[in-house]
């Protein structure tokens, strides 16, 4: 039977005594000649001077971030001085006098690079346990020396391939190997390999699911459980031959719940149901993390054979903050420390308090979470075998040393590898260190006992949690599919819609859908066979009635006050949100978009009607330019009517956000979708007609753009052109447009957005896990079809053959497949026309460059594999002409300038990207890369309403950016209104009586 006590204070006094007895041991003095040898160090220096000033630690540790990928001691140089020579930076006299040096490559610069190279690798060899086995070993001989157990950690890149998934199995299969082999020779340490009579494994590895599979993600669950699986059980079978223990790692949240998934159904397994040499982890600054372990002991009950709990506080606190507001989700952390630290202490006693079913491993440096776990052991009278407490590597020593003193058993978790993949750890734990909420840091400054033992108490945000947009515009937030309940409303809409498939769609003209002559099947790009829909294509008689409808019905819409047509968009917006699911699923399958990529589209949509809905009553309001005696107005007009002619590569969002645009400024407006997404078209005009729009304001005419296109493009009535679409197209349409018609009495209006040949720059100090990820995403996402895709890498030489190989690697890993697949990362191209016309393009760029990958793509439907050219001349024509496919060409260039003038050398200037850790690049960028949107350290595609308005210049388009501020201006005409309010020589002057 497992004793509860549920009173907190029955275990207060007990904490207290413990708390005080262990603090005293982690604030001994140190000599006279200690204290002034660490004065003298670097490293401490470093770790001071970041404590004392926020705005130099930023930068400290950016700069600290960057040193690694630095190859020699004048770019050191040169980048310290750049991050840290900042006038925003406040720098000790110490640090000024050491950066004051007129070149990188003097004398002084190269001092001050060796002095921080130097202290830098101090700091890390702090943290980090050694860069190889033989090193690891010896740190680990000497921390049992000190009655100390270990796990080990292995650090690395971050894992974008299938190869480095492998190699990540293979190192801990070897390193459990080197490990316990040493361990033949270690003697037996009572303390930490023996408890309750029961010997202990002397070998512990600490792994993280994630590394297990490239393509690791929640969409898929059943896909990742599968391939992970596979490789954790070739582990779990020679850890038992080796009699080493292995524990897993928890990372980001939103690994979180498959990652528990996984692990309860693998170790209910036959082969491993009785194994109790293996372990998982709770994080507790998640709000989620009690009940994870109140499901946890049930499961533990029916398993019948205890694990290890390794519970922490976690550490991606601002990855994971940050993440959730750019995301508009939910804040899935609490928002401030001792919040975490008391839940940690829940967590702790509800662990304990069921220590029949599992061993509890405490991990902290905070004296009073640990002396909290020993007051309620011992109250408990826990077995010793049943918890230990852990500590980081180079974190806690002096904690960990006085609870071994005091008979605990205690491990040291000490990760080790290179040090250039081991920074970032690097930086979590400096920010550990230095943080202003910092136990370690609060202990080292001495603040008073009683201050560093009170019980924590969290503010009432901190526990209720929630975000917030600081008065920015509040975006859709798309599914997050880590939540299973996403994932079976996703797969829930395919039953819906699927049922639908074959309907015929007809246009609707003044309030009436229409039969048509002609109609067209939109199939499904995945598998042509399969009919999404049979689409009714307007004659030239119907596109008249059209235009002849929405003239009629301009006077009443413009005169709709701008409340009530701003409505009409935010109903329609509630409508799509209620329908995501179904929407997502007709994108998937009309125009293979693969699902994550298909939901993103319908939050933009959403966003462009409620964010233009807000923005046309801003405008509505006007400017107010009065002057005594005379009152000046500055207002806004419709224009007439509109023509929407929406691409079919947005299907959802471009198509709703242009007619909406037209539709709350006033206009009249006609949306000719894109033939092979006319389907999706439909159920947006479904969507209208269903959230109040009259008949004739807004009109769904479905034809060909040679014909009805062409037809109401040149007609004298229509007042505005809004297309997205091909260059060829929209400089036809920019040139009819242009010609005066025959009983015209305007000048036609027209919005352009023509695509682009959008590159990336990625240049020596780039931090490349980074840079080929968002490559990858970049230039195969929707195959290649987005107009801000990239299609040209430009990388400087230094890193060009490091990131050539894992390109390759990481784009070979990805999945080709049917886009409704919730493992797909690349789908079809939109039809048989664009498939023969990127594989005529992969056949020039054989002929002009070197073909690094072709990835193998199923045969039936409209596949071409990701394709990657290297070596590739800025002149050639797979660099310089629109591919609009899964084709990269990669170029090689000796420098910085030579990048940028490569990345201008096309005719369109619509988005580019740039990776580097460079602040002089960076600004260089800023100023010379010729792009409608730069994106600096991410991928270049999905642009966010309000956030990142969205278009170019050259030949990318004409016209304000989407989603941003100027946009609706396109479809207004502005006029000013001036009264003399004179009567008789009189006029009230305001603020005169």
Not at 137 to 145: A, F, G, P, Q, Y
Not at 308 to 336: C, F, N
Request: hydrophobic share 40%; glycine share 6%.
């Amino acid at each position: 039977m497992v004793v509860q006590i549920s009173s907190d204070s029955s275990y207060e006094l007990k904490t207290q005594e413990i708390a005080k007895q262990l603090l005293v041991a982690t604030r001994e003095n140190k000599s006279f000649f200690a204290q002034m040898r660490d004065q003298m160090r670097w490293d401490d220096k470093l770790l001071a001077w970041a404590m004392a000033s926020p705005g130099l630690r930023v930068q400290l540790f950016r700069f600290i971030d960057t040193l690694p990928a630095l190859r020699s001691k004048p770019e050191v140089a040169r980048h310290l001085q750049e991050y840290l020579g900042d006038e925003s930076v406040e720098l000790p006299t110490a640090l000024k006098g050491m950066l004051n040096f007129a070149s990188p490559d003097s004398m002084p610069g190269t001092v001050a690079a060796t002095t921080v190279n130097t202290a830098v690798e101090t700091l890390a060899h702090k943290y980090i346990a050694g860069e190889n086995i033989k090193q690891v070993i010896k740190t680990v001989e000497s921390l049992r020396k000190q009655k100390m157990a270990f796990t080990i950690d292995l650090l690395g890149e971050a894992v974008i391939t299938e190869a480095e998934a492998q190699s990540y199995l293979d190192r801990y299969l070897e390193l459990m190997e080197q490990l316990t082999d040493a361990a033949k020779s270690w003697s037996t340490v009572e303390a930490i390999d023996k408890a309750d009579g029961e010997d202990l494994p002397k070998v512990q590895v600490s792994v993280k699911l994630t590394a297990f599979y490239s393509q690791f993600d929640p969409l898929d669950a059943k896909g990742s459980e599968e391939r992970v699986s596979d490789r954790i059980r070739l582990l779990l079978r020679r850890a038992a031959q080796l009699g080493a223990a292995v524990h897993f790692d928890m990372e980001q949240y939103a690994y979180k719940d498959i990652t528990l998934s996984i692990l309860k159904k693998l170790l209910l397994e036959d082969e491993f149901r009785s194994r109790t040499d293996v372990g998982m982890t709770i994080q507790a600054y998640l709000r989620d993390s009690e009940q994870d372990v109140k499901d946890l002991i049930p499961w533990l009950k029916e398993r019948g054979y205890p694990l290890t709990v390794r519970l922490v506080k976690g550490a991606y606190w601002d990855q994971e903050t940050i993440k959730s507001m750019q995301k508009d989700w939910p804040v899935p952390v609490y928002s401030d420390k001792a919040a975490t630290d008391a839940n940690f202490e829940k967590i702790t006693q509800l662990l304990l308090e069921n220590h029949e079913y599992l061993y509890s491993a405490i991990g902290s440096h905070n004296v009073r979470s640990q002396a909290r776990a020993i007051a309620i052991a011992e109250t408990l009278k826990v077995p010793r075998r049943r918890f230990e407490m852990q500590v980081l590597y180079g974190m806690g020593d002096k904690l960990a040393k006085s609870l071994v003193d005091k008979g605990y058993r205690v491990r040291v978790y000490c990760p080790y590898g290179d040090l250039l993949p081991g920074m970032a750890y690097l930086i979590r734990r400096l920010l550990e260190n230095t943080a202003n909420s910092s136990f370690l840091r609060q202990n080292l400054e001495e603040r008073p006992v009683e201050e560093l033992l009170a019980p924590p108490t969290p503010s009432n945000s901190a526990v209720n949690g929630g975000g917030g947009t600081n008065g920015a515009f509040p975006n859709a937030a798309d599914t997050d599919y880590a939540e299973i309940e996403a994932r079976a409303r996703s797969q829930q809409a395919y039953a819906t819609v699927r049922p639908q498939l074959g309907k015929t769609y007809l246009p609707l003209i003044n309030g009436e859908y229409v039969n048509t002559a002609e109609t067209v099947d939109s199939v499904n790009p995945s598998n042509p066979s399969e009919i999404i829909g049979k689409v009714g294509l307007i004659s030239i008689e119907q596109a008249e009635q059209a235009i002849q409808a929405a003239k009629a019905a301009f006077p009443g819409w413009r005169k709709t006050p701008v409340r009530q047509r701003a409505g009409v968009l935010r109903k329609a917006a509630d409508l799509m949100e209620l329908r995501r699911a179904e929407l997502s699923a007709w994108v998937v399958l009309e125009v293979g978009k693969a699902v994550r990529e298909a939901d993103g589209e319908v939050s933009e949509a959403i966003d462009f009607c409620r964010y233009y809905a807000d923005e046309m009553e801003r405008l509505d309001e006007g400017y107010k330019y009065d002057i005594a005696g005379e009152t000046n107005r500055y207002i806004y007009q419709p224009r007439g009517v509109t023509v929407v002619i929406s691409p079919w590569n947005f299907p959802i969002a471009i198509a709703t956000g242009m007619a909406v645009a037209a539709l709350v400024t006033g206009n009249c407006t006609l949306l000719k979708p894109a033939e092979t997404s006319s389907v999706i078209a439909a159920k947006i005009t479904e969507i209208l007609v269903e959230a109040g729009i009259p008949k004739g304001v807004f009109q769904y005419v479905p034809g060909r753009g040679s014909q009805a296109g062409a037809y109401m493009v040149k007609h004298p009535d229509v007042h505005l052109i809004a297309f997205t679409g091909s260059q060829e197209v929209g400089c036809r349409i920019y040139a009819d447009a242009a010609i005066l018609q025959p009983g015209q009495k305007h000048l036609k209006r027209v919005i352009a957005e023509m695509g682009g040949k959008n590159g990336i720059i990625v240049d020596e100090s780039a931090d490349l896990d980074q840079a080929v990820a968002g490559v990858v995403y970049s230039a195969f996402g929707y195959s290649g079809q987005k107009c801000s895709a990239c299609s040209r890498v430009i990388v400087l030489e230094p890193v060009y053959e490091a990131f050539v190989a894992r390109l390759v690697e990481a784009t070979r890993s990805l999945n080709v497949g049917e886009a409704h697949l919730p493992s797909t990362q690349v789908g079809p191209v939109i039809d048989a026309t664009a498939q023969a016309r990127i594989r005529d393009y992969i056949e020039k760029g054989r002929a002009e460059a070197k073909l690094a990958l072709e990835m193998p793509s199923p045969d039936n439907g409209y596949f071409v594999g990701p394709t990657i050219f290297t070596e590739v001349p800025p002149e050639a024509t797979i660099v310089q002409e629109e591919i609009f496919g899964p084709v990269v060409a990669v170029m090689r260039v000796k420098n910085f300038q030579e990048a940028i003038a490569v990345a201008n050398n096309t005719n369109f200037a619509l988005t580019g990207g740039l990776y580097s850790r460079t602040p002089s690049h960076i600004e260089q960028a800023q100023a010379e890369f010729e792009v409608g949107n730069l994106y600096i350290n991410r991928g270049i595609t999905g642009a966010i309403v309000s956030r990142q308005p969205f278009g170019g210049f050259k030949l990318s388009g004409v016209g304000s950016k989407a989603g941003g501020p100027d946009y609706l201006l396109q479809f207004l005409e502005p006029r000013v209104i001036t009264e003399n309010i004179q009567r008789q020589g009189f006029a009230p002057i305001e603020g005169v009586d």
